[in-house]
Every structure is written in C-alpha cells, then in structure tokens.
C-alpha cells in the first residue's frame, strides 16, 4: 500500500514548455486534489475531483488543466509553463464521508 | 468555507507542552476541525480531528469549547522532531470533494 504517489520528484523547465504531473493512489478514494505551496507560504487549492468523472476549480486554477483519468490517477498538466508556476505541487486524496486528505510527497517545479 | 486564524509562529523548548489555538467563527453545524503537521520538503500529515468537547490520540489532544468558535492542538513533551508547521482546518465530511483551505499556518520551532 503506498498511499499517494507522485511523479517526477523533480523538474525544470522552460518558459513556454509544457508538462504533466501524474498522482496515483491505491486507498480506493473518492476524492482527488491537486495544490501549490510557494516558499514559507500555505497550501493554495488548484484544482480538484470529487469523484471519477468530475473536475472542479480551485483557489488558483490558471493556467492549469486537470485530467481525472481513472479512480486511482489524477493528473495535472501546464500547458505553457511561466515562472510564476515555479513552486512545490502536492496532491492528495480522500475517502468518502473523510475530511482527512492523504498527500503524496511533492514535485518540486522551476520554470526558467 | 469557514475562515481559520491562528498564530504566526511559536518557540517552545523540549519536555514542553505546546499549545496552539486556532478561531474559526464561522464554523457551520456540519464541520469538522482537523489538524495536520508539515515537515520541511514533505505534504501535510494528519494529526487529529473532532467535532466538539476534547479528542485525544496517541500524537496529540484536541480542545474545542461548547461555541467551537475556536479550537486548541496541545503537544504534550515537545521533542527537537516536533519542530513543524502545523495547520488548523474545518471543513463538511460530507460536502462533495472536501474542499479544505489551508492557512498559512503555525510555525512551532522546539529548542535543546
């Protein structure tokens, strides 16, 4: 069982260069989020899925595009990466009837 | 979405019990408080969660008054590892999605 799973852990990119985030999780959970978190800042919602099949905008959802795959993947793609992106990306997912969210370990993003 | 607000930071030292109180005034009937600690370079974990009166696990206890206006996360024997940035949060378990707002948090720094 290992929870939720992100990938790269790292990535730098070029301003103008596109990219997707991928989020697994293996909780069999309903519900999945998609975050930024700035340096010394909080946790800033971009987008997220209620359940397969739906998406919905967060907080901070421009210039992001989202993709509820399946159950388990919830993947998040810049199209044309600006360096205001350059952050630290954090998904999570819930359960049904749970206010607690799991999150996975991060990818780190630079945008040049 | 109820509004959370709570301390900035906090200093504490090793062998301490750590206080920290979080207001939401506006909390609505069907949420729930929820507190999750954040390590440098890692997402967000789960502490506790309750709902009125007092909740108490093996990591932490939770105060919450009859009004639940406000809510207070106690760390009993702070240890160096305990140093973290811990957030307060309410949210609806049952409200599609869960969307949950992170504030910027409190910073506890525990000191030899």
């Known amino acids: 069982n290992a929870g939720v799973t992100q990938t790269p852990k790292f990535q730098v990119l070029k301003t103008g260069q596109s990219m997707t985030l991928q989020c697994a999780q293996d909780m069999n959970h309903n519900s999945m989020y998609w975050y930024r978190q700035d340096p010394g800042m909080g946790l800033r919602l971009i987008y997220y899925?209620?359940?397969?099949?739906?998406?919905d905008k967060g907080e901070v959802p421009n210039g992001y595009n989202v993709s509820r795959l399946n159950k388990r993947e919830f993947s998040l793609r810049l199209e044309s990466a600006a360096p205001s992106q350059t952050s630290v990306y954090f998904c999570?997912?819930?359960?049904?009837?749970?206010?607690?969210?799991?999150f996975g370990p991060g990818t780190r993003l630079t945008v040049l | 979405l109820a509004k959370t607000t709570q301390p900035i930071s906090m200093d504490s030292y090793e062998g301490q019990e750590v206080n920290i109180t979080c207001s939401h005034n506006?909390?609505?009937?069907?949420?729930?408080i929820t507190w999750y600690q954040q390590f440098p370079s890692q997402g967000p974990r789960f502490i506790i969660q309750g709902y009125k009166t007092k909740v108490t696990n093996e990591v932490a206890s939770l105060f919450i008054p009859a009004d639940r206006k406000s809510s207070t996360l106690s760390l009993p024997r702070v240890s160096l590892s305990d140093t973290a940035v811990y957030y307060c949060?309410?949210?609806?378990?049952?409200?599609?999605?869960?969307?949950?707002?992170f504030g910027g948090g409190t910073r506890v720094l525990v000191k030899p």
């Open positions: 506006n909390i609505a009937t069907n949420d729930y």
């Open positions: 999570a997912s819930s359960g049904l009837g749970q206010i607690t969210q799991y």
């Open positions: 949060l309410v949210g609806d378990l049952w409200a599609a999605g869960n969307k949950l707002t």
């Open positions: 899925s209620a359940s397969e099949g739906t998406t």
